[in-house]
């Protein structure tokens, strides 16, 4: 093995999967091999995760190891991405019912293997919602067979004794072992089947819902020692970067390399083809420089003379899109959902309301831009990529080379951020594919900024058109909103123009309001861009529109936008939305019996967040209050943003205070984290997210063009305040709701503030 890294993680190295191998082959311990009964104890809900490819895995045999010494090492199965879930919160799970002391917990990042691990695809905000069951009888699984094992020992009942914080006790002696102490007897005990496994009760947990885990990779995030994909090195590795075809769809007609190859320490040029839409997450194609570092072979891109073929999507436009999309949300589209009678509602109201709202597309523009690195090892392929799924990215790879998976081995580093971003692993296989022209020799993908804006995959881009109808008490009595935007699905199957159930559900078809009369209509939306799955995904545009419009309502008829807010939501009920749609609801993968939507929780989340910001309190001029509220990922989640705009249009966020309930909170400090980077990626997109197109192509390049908020931009404070739920309210998403209500929520502000109302997105200068 020769791969090293340039930093190491003293959290996942110290006890390395190579030591805790050795040691528990010389000395015993906790390795396992038979495969966990699926989840089949009572007290356990049902969830998506059943439905997710390779469903998931709940053996302790897979996923704990204890060395004799009593260091436990749990196995990191999904991809760490900066939320904390796969790294901290996941382990801190199993460590609680394991009852693990967690200062001597150690943590091992898998191998992208779906059949070993479950599911690992890290996307939809589902890590804790879909493994907090399986994480948590694992753990109790492995505590349950040591104290089997110290009983047998002792030669006493298994019902005196007990394992308690890294310690097992025989209650009428007082007599204890330490965890390694037992761990090679316990391994050569069966799993205990699920009904046999006492879970804890909530209130020993240890670490469950405390808050006081933080995140395991900060200390090494924090002084520079974290490894991810930019920083992985091999003994000999070569780097390329690739010029693509700057329209998606287009190719390589000719290109000359002669001033390449003269570049000093460019070593060698290759064509890659690129694969016709749809083309899932393969690479674009292009030409790829090879080169002894990465400063060489960007010059030696630079030195390339490429005649491109544009293809079908050359005459792209973001403004004559935007046209088109506009005149497609005026005339009725495909019915999604229907209620009543809109129309006739409509045409007896005593007043119509309308509003129009453009989003355009977005980057993810993470903080480390795409890298891989791929070589052949004894005849075994091996990839090193900061990727979302790892599982998925392995088979994908593995596809592209024309292997069989098991072929494949690949290592998730950490992510230099994701938001959807890396659930692509078409960098990874730029990788294999070069470093196949080169033998296997180790070769490592860089995107450049750059590269990472032009050539990514976008969030849609979106129009949307509201009727409301009132009545003459100014009640609200029919409902219309048209929407068009490109769709996912043409990543993944032929020419779509229209979106799917994934979309559709995401905020949208599931809009909870107390209307007689609703409809909701699709308008047909080519695509021209890579679109592709982003933070929050749709709920992103359904939230900023539906929740501008509704306090454009409010302002129409002088009413409290908080208060009109709560009167559209209507009294707590639960709204059955899989019989008022057209296609099968998508729930985000959850059945609607175990996840329903539930407008008491979405009421309490708008009233708790307006009262912790003082609603309704009195402002200087120049600053407003904006609310926002919604159900994403199956969680609710409630925003108010303090503005102030002065003179010039300049925008500042006093204070944000977003009341989320996530179900019962496994890990607060997490949440609060993850809510206050939304309100800092929400500001971000709000001010400046626009990717356009003209000719086809990007006209954005870095960060100059599309900026995100620094620190003296960013919201000064930012408050969570977490809805208190027990644990029989089902875990839901967390890693995505909070981007959703910041935006609308801002907007509304501003509109309080000035006066000025904001129906295209990004704000940038329309307010100087």
């Known amino acids: 093995m020769t791969i090293h890294r340039t930093h190491e993680n003293p959290v996942i190295t110290n006890v390395s999967r190579r030591r805790v191998l050795k040691g528990l082959a010389v000395s015993g311990g906790l390795v396992l091999a038979a495969q966990y009964p699926a ?52 382990p801190m799970i199993v460590a609680d019912e394991l009852d693990a002391d967690w200062s001597k917990v150690r943590i091992r990042q898998s191998e992208g293997d779906e059949v070993r691990y479950g599911n690992q695809d890290t996307d939809g905000s589902r890590s804790v919602r879909h493994f907090i069951q399986p994480m948590r009888l694992c753990g109790a699984s492995a505590r349950t067979m040591l104290e089997q094992a110290a009983a047998k020992k002792w030669g006493v009942p298994v019902t ?31 799993v205990p089947a699920a009904a046999d496994v006492k879970l804890k009760d909530p209130s020993a947990f240890r670490y469950i819902g405390k808050g006081n885990i933080g995140i395991v990779d900060l200390f090494d995030i924090t002084v520079g020692k974290a490894t991810y994909g930019q920083d992985v090195r091999a003994d000999g ?34 064509k890659l083809d690129g694969t016709p ?15 002894k570092n990465t400063w060489a072979a960007m010059k030696g891109r630079d030195a390339l003379k490429i005649t491109w073929d544009d293809g079908p999507n050359g005459s792209y436009d973001s403004k004559a899109y935007k046209a088109m999309l506009e005149e497609q949300v005026r005339k009725p589209g495909k019915v999604e959902r229907n209620i009543g009678d809109a129309d006739a509602a409509l045409k007896s109201a005593v007043r119509v309301i309308t509003g129009e709202y453009y989003a355009p597309h977005l980057a993810h523009a993470t903080m480390e831009p795409p890298a891989a690195l791929a070589r052949q090892i004894d005849g075994k392929w091996h990839v090193w990529a900061p990727v979302q799924s790892p599982g998925g990215a392995r088979d994908d790879v593995a596809t592209a080379l024309g292997l069989k998976p ?21 960098f990874a296989i730029e990788a294999a594919w070069i470093s196949r022209e080169l033998g296997g020799a180790p070769v490592k993908v860089v995107w450049t900024r750059e590269d990472d804006l032009k050539h990514g995959f976008y969030h849609t881009v979106t129009a949307d058109r509201f009727e409301a109808g009132l009545d003459a008490n100014n009640k609200v009595v029919a409902w219309r909103h048209r929407s068009a935007a490109p769709t996912i699905l043409s990543t993944f199957k032929p020419d779509p123009k229209l979106p799917f159930d994934i979309e559709l559900g995401m905020g949208w078809v599931d809009t909870p309001f107390n209307v007689p009369n609703i409809r909701m209509e699709s308008g047909e939306a080519p695509a021209h861009a890579r679109i592709g799955w982003f933070r929050s995904v749709n709920n992103v545009m359904h939230a900023w529109s539906t929740q501008s419009f509704v306090a454009e309502i409010a302002a129409q008829l002088g009413k409290d936008p908080k208060d009109f807010l709560l009167e559209l939501i209507g009294p707590a009920r639960i709204v059955e939305v899989g019989k008022q749609v057209t296609t099968p609801w998508w729930n985000y993968g959850e059945p609607e019996g175990a996840f329903q939507v539930d407008t008491a929780r979405l009421r309490k989340v708008a009233e708790l967040a307006a009262e912790r910001a003082g609603w309704g309190r009195q402002l200087p001029k120049g600053r407003g209050l904006g609310i926002a509220a919604h159900r994403a990922f199956v969680s609710y989640i409630a925003t108010v943003v303090e503005v102030e705009v002065d003179g010039k249009g300049n925008i500042t966020v006093p204070r944000v205070d977003t009341a989320v309930d996530c179900g019962f909170c496994v890990n607060p400090e997490r949440v609060r984290s993850q809510i206050e980077g939304a309100a800092v990626m929400g500001l971000s997109l709000a001010k400046y997210g626009e990717i356009s197109f003209k000719n086809g192509r990007v006209e954005q390049s870095n960060f100059n063009d599309f900026p995100i908020v620094r620190i003296d931009e960013s919201p000064k404070e930012t408050r969570v305040h977490i809805v208190e739920n027990t644990l029989d309210v089902h875990p839901s998403g967390v890693g995505e709701p909070g981007v959703p209500p910041f935006t609308p929520a801002l907007c509304n502000a501003i509109f309080a503030a000035t006066g000025k109302r904001i129906r295209r997105l990004p704000i940038g200068d329309q307010l100087a």
Not at 71 to 87: D, K, N, Q, S, Y
Not at 175 to 189: E, Q, S
């Open 277 to 291: 839409a749809p083309a899932k997450f393969n690479p674009l194609g292009g030409i790829a420089v090879v080169a």
């Open 406 to 426: 098991e072929e494949v081995t690949f290592h998730c580093t950490l992510l230099g951020g994701g938001f959807g971003r890396k659930s692509k692993c078409d």
């Open 160 to 190: 005196e004794v007990s394992a308690q914080h890294h310690e097992i006790t025989h209650a009428p002696t007082g007599r204890k072992l330490g965890y390694g102490d037992v761990a090679a007897d316990a391994a050569a005990l069966p």
């Open 237 to 270: 590795m070569k780097f390329a970067v690739v010029a693509r075809p700057p329209v998606v769809g287009g190719k390589v007609v000719s290109f000359d390399a002669t001033e390449t190859l003269k570049v000093p320490g460019v070593e060698k040029v290759v």
């Open 39 to 90: 989840l089949a104890a009572p007290p356990f809900y049902p969830t998506g995760a059943e439905a997710m490819p390779n469903k998931t895995v709940s053996d302790p045999k897979i996923f704990v190891a204890i060395a004799p010494d009593g260091i436990v090492t749990i196995v990191a199965a999904r991809a760490e991405m900066g939320t904390g879930a796969a790294r901290t919160s996941l």
